[in-house]
């Protein structure tokens, strides 16, 4: 996207500090201010984060949350590995799906459409409308985000719009990546997917 590669190794318009940023995330009082305070994504305290009983891969592989929504809704890698693992939103309400390959790509998005949990189902003009709202709300999103993004190592010029940011949202739920992202409750039934598969 726009000249960079996922997972925090990129060189593009701005490369993030190679493995460093799960821990920003969680210590860097800008990013917090960020991630946790407008895009709903809390990393500071990971011991803290468990996922609810018998969630799991329906491919059996490894799902750890890293993250988590004030509402209790989880962001998780999905395997073995570092931050270039595939990452998985889990919801309280049952629905989940891949957001991103890579911590990198999650960040972008963030950073970009921090309201993309509004996206699914809605149309171009609906989401529009969100944004507008969103940024009602917090009328520094714009200073914010730079702000988050340069602590981060990313030059805010290289971002993805947030037309790019949630098209790649919605290709990752119909894309391989979303059988391997597969998340089941505890009754071993998969979860609502986050994007309907035949839905843009």
């Given amino acids: 996207m726009n000249g960079s590669t996922p997972a925090g190794g990129g060189t593009g318009g701005g490369s993030a500090r190679s493995g460093a940023l799960l821990p920003l995330l969680a210590t860097d009082e800008e990013v917090i201010a960020f991630f946790a305070g407008v895009a709903d994504l809390d990393a500071a305290n990971p011991a803290d984060h468990e996922l609810q009983d018998g969630v799991r891969l329906a491919s ?31 919801s309280l309400d049952g629905v989940a799906g891949p957001l991103a390959v890579g911590l990198r790509e999650l960040v972008e998005l963030c950073l970009v459409a921090p309201w993309w949990r509004d996206a699914p189902g809605r149309t171009a003009e609906g989401l529009r409308a969100v944004a507008g709202d969103y940024r009602e709300d917090v009328p520094d999103l714009d200073r914010r985000r730079e702000r988050a993004a340069r602590a981060l190592g990313l030059d805010p010029a290289a ?18 990546d979303a059988a391997t992202c597969l998340v089941v409750g505890y009754d071993g039934e998969p979860l609502d997917p986050l994007f309907e598969p035949d839905r843009s």
Avoid at 159 to 176: D, F, K, V
């Fill in 159 to 176: 971002l993805p719009s947030e037309a790019a940011a949630l098209a790649r949202l919605a290709e990752l739920s119909r894309g391989p």
């Fill in 60 to 90: 059996g592989d490894r799902l750890e949350q890293f993250a988590q929504a004030g509402t209790g809704d989880a962001f998780c890698f999905v395997g073995e590995g570092g931050e270039e693992r595939p990452v998985v939103f889990v």
